[in-house]
């Protein structure tokens, strides 16, 4: 085998890790925010990735993902927030400021 399609090979395999690299970070993101929402009283709609690139974060290369996190407070509104991960570690969550409706606190 000759340099050329050894590195072709290597770079293909290097792509389908990556692949199933993303892939296992946004079922972990997705279990996550069921978890979040849960805790804070939330109703999950969904979770949708809206940037993903490579970045540095305390020192570490890795994947930075930010995820649209749609829920609602109240079954009957919708809200956008947004939840930032890196590898499989959440970093951030932001929501807007949403109702709360007194008969389920």
Known sequence: ??????VIL???AWIAFQFWRLRGMAEFSIAYAKRYCEKHQLQFLSL?????????FRGKLDWKVVYQLEFSSNHEDAYM??????????????LPVYKIDSELH
């Open 10 to 12: 290597l770079v293909l």
């Open 48 to 56: 949708a990735r809206s940037s993903t690139r490579i970045s540095a």
């Open 1 to 6: 085998m000759t340099l050329g399609p050894l």
């Open 81 to 94: 927030g947004t939840m930032t991960s890196f590898g499989n570690t959440v970093i951030e969550i932001n």
